[in-house]
């Protein structure tokens, strides 16, 4: 007996065991780190002779399972700030939908799939740096005896988040903030997420724990809360208009992925927040330095069907 | 009048005796059986295998071609701008088949023959036509076959049609195509040309068809003519997997 599958949409043929073990690892990450995966499934799916526009498709409709069963991991767990989620949603959209007609102006200008890649690079490179550096000195600090509990001097970004209007209490997170902050933000992740094609989980959580200052583990929840709703909005987006969500592969990811996102949130109810931070850092950079390779290295034929990354 | 029918009648006779004297010295050609008739592409398909056979003269070769329908392409062309490699134009290639394989009989190195005999290939190479806004490589057909033999759609096979002793001064001859997984729905064409004193004999063509059947067919379909209710369903299918998945892992001992 063969263990291979024909996915109907992808038109290839692909071995069972390896599409669900894919989807079992990404699910992992993604109830662990509270990111889509999309930023590393696609990729992968597209090293295994998927096409490009089929896997960016097909793994949306997938993490919609993953970030259904890790946010509802989460939300048993208390870590699902949903006030701050729907805020940062309202953004999203909105930038989602702007992003989309950016990219297409890109598009016609040519090469737009370089600068969707150099952004990538740029992002995962900054993201995951600073992550990376930030974490590395909490986790030193703590080592050291904390001598002076010194009163932090506010950063201009918290003064001028203070003077916006409609202050709200964020219970959940435990924070006080104005609307108008994770809905800006939530455009710019929306716009960002658009450009390259994935959930934005990636960009959303640096942007929660850091400019936010959101509690770590009520940012993975969240996230994935809004990484629920982008990917169902894309999914019924990319089926109508492109034709490209291959429902079988999304279908054996899920099956994985679903199963990897539950084990992943109880991994990261373990874990320490600056750890949990600094293995993601680590991912992130890992999968910016592979985009970097392939911008460098010369690829294996200088034709490519139109339409790829 | 009689007369002059009885002079169409023999011009008529005539030239048929000479039509059939011609016929009797071109080359024969070679019978030819393909299986199956139809390739399912169903829930396991993995490629599909293609039997080829028939019987020619013990003399001659036989080359067997499986091709398919013409396509139109639009491909990007890559080149390195600075440090980095990025698309750099766009070009058109048309005039070549979605699918071409080449079965080359044993025994023998036919590489340069066959360019000789303008099968293979080469002969793809002059049918091809390119069309794009900037300069086109002159290597654009060696570039396009690479991306083709990677695909597995394209591709020449040595010793791949094997022979065994035939009657009546014929011999057998038989290949089997392992046709990939990524071959395209669609009508394809199984050529087979003997070749007969080194040179290009009689050519049969055979057709088989490529066809999506069951669950991979109905799937085809409603991604198709049902967009919007294949993606709402989609969804709602990873919601529920998604929210199943997190019940089954609660009872099965939770996570508090």
């Not at chain 1, 799939?113 to 590395?136: A, H, R």
């Not at chain 2, 007969?196 to 068809?209: K, M």
């Amino acid at each position: 007996m063969h263990w291979n599958i024909y996915l109907p949409i992808a038109h290839a043929s692909l071995s069972l065991p390896l599409v669900v073990g894919l989807g079992l690892v990404v699910g992992l990450l993604s109830g662990l780190f509270g990111v889509g995966g999309g930023f590393l499934m696609t990729p992968l799916l597209i090293m295994f002779g998927i096409p490009p526009t089929v896997a960016a498709a097909s793994d949306s409709n997938q993490i919609v399972a993953a970030s259904a069963s890790g946010c509802f991991a989460h939300y048993r767990l208390g870590n699902v700030d949903f006030k701050m989620g729907i805020y940062l949603l309202i953004g999203g959209v909105v930038g989602g939908t702007g992003g989309v007609q950016l990219i297409k102006v890109l598009r016609q200008m040519g090469n737009a799939d370089f600068l969707i890649k150099i952004t990538y690079v740029l992002m995962l490179g900054f993201v995951g740096g600073y992550m990376f550096i930030e974490s590395l000195q909490a986790m030193r600090k703590k080592k050291t005896v904390e001598y002076v509990q010194a009163e932090p001097k506010e950063s201009l970004y918290a003064r001028m988040t203070k003077r916006l209007p409609y202050q709200t209490n964020f219970t959940k997170s435990g924070i006080v903030l104005s609307p108008v902050v994770p809905l800006f933000l939530g455009v710019l992740v929306g716009v960002l997420a658009a450009i390259m094609g994935v959930g934005g989980g990636f960009i959303m959580v640096p942007v929660m724990v850091y400019l936010l200052r959101m509690p770590m583990h009520v940012v993975v929840g969240t996230s994935l809360f809004q990484v629920l709703f982008t990917c169902i909005d894309v999914t019924i987006m990319q089926a109508y208009s492109n034709r490209t969500v291959d429902f079988v592969l999304a279908l054996l990811l899920l099956v994985g992925s679903t199963i990897g996102a539950q084990i992943g949130a109880r991994l990261s109810a373990k874990i320490k927040d600056d750890q949990l931070k600094i293995y993601l850092a680590i991912l992130v950079l890992l999968v910016m330095v592979k985009m970097l390779y392939g911008l460098v290295v010369p690829p294996h034929t200088l034709l490519a069907f139109h339409g790829g990354h | 009048m009689n007369r002059n029918y009885f002079k169409l009648i023999v011009i008529i006779c005539a030239s048929q005796m000479i039509r059939l004297g011609i016929a009797t010295a071109e080359p024969m050609p070679a019978s030819l059986v393909v299986t199956p008739k139809t390739v399912a592409v169903d829930t396991f398909f993995s490629g599909g295998k293609l039997s080829v056979s028939g019987d020619i003269p013990s003399a001659d070769d036989v080359i067997i071609e499986v091709t398919g329908k013409d396509s139109k392409n639009l491909f990007d062309l890559k080149g390195k701008m600075g440090p980095f490699w990025m698309t750099r134009g766009k070009v058109h290639i048309d005039n070549v088949p979605g699918l071409y394989i080449l079965l080359l009989p044993e025994g023998r190195d036919w590489g340069k023959k066959i360019k000789a005999l303008g099968i293979g290939f080469s002969r793809l190479k002059s049918r091809m036509t390119t069309s794009g806004p900037q300069d086109i490589p002159p290597e654009i057909f060696k570039m396009f076959i690479k991306l083709k033999k990677f695909q597995s759609l394209y591709g020449e096979l040595k010793d791949a049609v094997t022979y065994a002793p035939g009657s009546n001064d014929k011999k057998h001859f038989t290949a089997v195509l392992n046709l990939p997984s990524s071959i395209a729905q669609g009508d394809y064409t199984v050529r087979a040309t003997t070749i007969a004193n080194n040179d290009v004999g009689a050519v049969t063509t055979r057709e088989f068809s490529v066809e999506e059947v069951g669950f991979i067919k109905f799937v085809n379909h409603m991604a198709s003519d049902r967009r919007v209710l294949y993606g709402v369903s989609a969804v709602i299918i990873a919601l529920l997997a998604g929210l199943i998945m997190g019940v089954v892992f609660k009872q099965s001992g939770g996570s508090h």
